[in-house]
């Protein structure tokens, strides 16, 4: 398969294959005559894996050690579930911070009147 079909298959943009393969996460079966990449079934696979990975947050180091243990056999569900669970921390811990910000910035939002006077509490609670 072309990089154009790949992309296609894998619902990446082709810059972004290219840069899976340049970076050799993903790499190509082969180069055709004229020297393009071509990409077989397995690879549109691991396409469709790293995208997946990517859109839970993971990094493409993550991605990289996530997909190793995919191709593994031999791999430890154990080590794949200790990654999940480092996700899943980085993911909790994120929302107490943005919980944080939305209670600081709804006190600050509710202790301001909104009217034409030029003294708004927001402001000043920024400036702090």
């Known amino acids: 398969m072309n990089i154009g079909a790949v992309s296609k298959a894998a619902e990446l943009p082709t810059k972004t294959v290219r840069y899976y393969a340049d970076i050799g996460l993903v790499v190509p079966s082969g180069r055709s005559q ?49 990654i999940t669970l480092q996700r899943i921390a980085e993911i909790e811990q994120k929302m107490a911070e943005l919980q944080s910000l939305h209670s600081e910035l709804t006190h600050l939002a509710n202790s301001c009147l909104g009217d034409g006077r030029p003294n708004c509490p927001i402001l000043s609670g920024l400036s702090v």
Not at 40 to 64: H, N, P, T, Y
């Open 34 to 82: 004229n020297g393009y990449r071509v990409y077989d079934e397995a690879e549109v696979r691991k396409l469709v894996f790293v995208r997946r990975a990517r859109s839970f947050g993971f990094s493409v180091d993550e991605c990289r050690e996530l997909l190793g243990l995919y191709q593994d056999d031999g791999r430890s569900s154990r080590d794949v579930k200790k």
